[in-house]
C-alpha cells in the first residue's frame, strides 16, 4: 500500500526541520508516543536505529525505526534550492513500512512538507486491517501532520488535547 500527503506550515523551512529533528519535541506534536529511543547511533542520524512505542486507543504497538537517509545533515544554513530529506524504515509486528518526507520551502516563510509512505503487511491481522481500513494510515499520517503544523505554528500540544 502506498500513499502520499503534504500540507504547508506558515514558518521557514530551516526553523520546521529543526523542530522535525529535535527529540525533545517529538511529544508535544506526534499523538500517540510513548517512547522514542536509539537504541544504536545519535538520534536522526543516517543508521541510528531507536525503539519506538505508540498508544493506540488502550493498545500499545512497539517498533523500531532506522534512519535511512538525513538530508543535508546540517540542519542550519540550507540553500534555499535544496530540499531536505527525512527517510526512515520501520519494522512491527506484521508490519513494514516506509517514510519518506521532503521538505522545500514554498517561499521565505512557509514550508511544503510531503511524505511518500509504503507499506507491506506480512501478519494476518495487519493484512485485514490494511483490506479493511486502508484510509485509516493515510488519516493517521495526515493526523500527525497537522499536529506537527498546530505545534510549529501555535505552540499547541497534542498531550494537552481533549479526546
Known sequence: MKYNVSIE??????RVVQ???DPAQMPK???????HEPLSGE?????TTSRVVMRMGQREMECTE????????????????????FEREIVGEGMWSAVRDRLTEADPSTTLWASE???RFSGFLMRLVALLMPGAFRKQSLQHMQD???FA????DVREAKS
Open 9 to 14: 506550515i506558515a514558518l521557514p523551512r530551516e
Open 19 to 21: 523542530l522535525l529533528a
Open 29 to 35: 506534536w506526534l499523538r500517540g508516543l510513548v517512547l
Open 43 to 47: 538520534h536522526g542520524q543516517v543508521g
Open 66 to 85: 532506522t534512519i535511512t537517509r538525513r538530508e543535508p545533515s546540517d540542519l542550519h544554513g540550507i540553500p534555499k534550492e535544496s530540499a531536505v530529506h
Open 117 to 119: 509512505n509504503e507499506y
Open 148 to 150: 506537527f503544523k498546530a
Open 153 to 156: 505554528e501555535e505552540g499547541r
